[in-house]
């Protein structure tokens, strides 16, 4: 028997104002382990759409299937499983250093004090945080900021980690700093699904693109055969190999 995807969206559609919809009959699937880029221009409906992929936000028609399970029956569960990094970090930050910050979901779950700890440890680790530790986040560098806001959902040990036009503002060593985060992260095994307008960046990486236009849908499939066709849908197409490629 096959498994299910990781994560399945189904006819989804919202709108805030009636005659305004913002997502249109949005279907698609991320399979386990693989690099998405969730791409479209600005206002296409990115960020509403990735409100809804752990139940923040809940569409008027469709549903999202996490490993084949309804999300609205997994509680809270689900927003550990699909982790969300917020395009701007600042709104993220709740605390005063980042040590506290990378603790702080892991106290919110109410996990004991010795497990918190060593999923601090480990992730300050792998990201290399440690010599920003006791440092205020809102005090970082771009680059720095944002892996301080990836560190702080992976102490949460998603499955799947959804990040929002992570390249936003930072400058050339900042990208490369976001890039190198991701890129054994993935290698290890995590599913990601980036979400950006700027392909330069980071198509070079993933293993699958899916296109969104006025909140539907447009084209899916691999790198090489979405990448030619992108300017039909007001995305810049990057020229020749992209970043660390
Ligand atoms: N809370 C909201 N209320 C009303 N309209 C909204 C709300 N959030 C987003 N929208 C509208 O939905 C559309 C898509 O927005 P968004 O998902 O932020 O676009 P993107 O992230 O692709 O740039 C925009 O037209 C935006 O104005
Ligand atoms: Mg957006």
């Given at each position: 028997?096959?498994?299910?995807?990781?994560?399945?969206?189904?006819?989804?559609?919202r709108?805030?104002?009636?005659?305004?919809?913002?997502?249109?009959?949005?279907?698609?699937?991320?399979?386990?382990?693989?690099?998405?880029?969730?791409?479209?221009?600005?206002?296409?409906?990115?960020?509403?759409?990735?409100?809804?992929?752990?139940?923040?936000?809940?569409?008027?028609?469709?549903?999202?299937?996490?490993?084949?399970?309804?999300?609205?029956?997994?509680?809270?569960?689900?927003?550990?499983?699909?982790?969300?990094?917020?395009?701007?970090?600042?709104?993220?930050?709740?605390?005063?250093?980042?040590?506290?910050?990378?603790?702080?979901?892991?106290?919110?779950?109410?996990?004991?004090?010795?497990?918190?700890e060593?999923?601090?440890?480990?992730?300050?680790?792998?990201?290399?945080?440690?010599?920003l530790?006791?440092?205020?986040?809102?005090?970082?560098?771009?680059g720095?900021?944002?892996?301080?806001?990836?560190?702080?959902?992976l102490?949460?040990?998603p499955?799947?980690?959804?990040?929002?036009?992570?390249?936003?503002?930072?400058?050339?060593?900042?990208?490369?700093?976001?890039?190198?985060?991701?890129?054994?992260?993935?290698?290890?095994?995590?599913?990601?699904?980036?979400?950006?307008?700027?392909?330069?960046?980071c198509?070079?990486?993933?293993?699958?693109?899916?296109?969104?236009?006025?909140?539907?849908i447009?084209?899916?499939?691999?790198?090489?055969?979405?990448?030619?066709?992108?300017?039909?849908?007001?995305?810049?197409?990057?020229?020749?190999?992209?970043?660390?490629?």
């Amino acid at each position: 028997m096959n498994n299910p995807p990781l994560l399945q969206v189904r006819r989804l559609s919202r709108s805030f104002d009636r005659n305004v919809p913002v997502l249109r009959d949005v279907s698609f699937s991320l399979t386990e382990g693989s690099w998405t880029i969730l791409a479209g221009s600005n206002g296409s409906g990115k960020t509403v759409l990735m409100n809804h992929l752990n139940g923040l936000e809940k569409p008027d028609k469709g549903e999202i299937l996490f490993r084949g399970q309804k999300i609205e029956t997994m509680g809270d569960e689900i927003r550990r499983r699909v982790g969300l990094v917020f395009q701007n970090s600042d709104l993220q930050f709740v605390e005063q250093t980042v040590a506290r910050e990378l603790a702080f979901g892991p106290t919110n779950l109410g996990l004991p004090r010795r497990k918190i700890e060593l999923r601090v440890q480990e992730v300050c680790d792998e990201l290399g945080l440690e010599k920003l530790m006791d440092r205020r986040p809102h005090t970082l560098s771009g680059g720095e900021k944002k892996r301080v806001a990836i560190g702080g959902i992976l102490v949460m040990e998603p499955d799947l980690l959804v990040l929002d036009e992570p390249f936003t503002g930072l400058d050339w060593a900042g990208v490369d700093q976001v890039l190198r985060t991701l890129i054994p992260l993935h290698k290890k095994g995590m599913s990601l699904l980036l979400i950006t307008h700027d392909l330069a960046k980071c198509a070079a990486h993933s293993d699958r693109m899916i296109i969104l236009s006025e909140g539907r849908i447009r084209r899916e499939g691999t790198p090489e055969e979405i990448l030619p066709g992108v300017e039909e849908w007001g995305i810049r197409r990057p020229e020749g190999l992209t970043w660390l490629k």
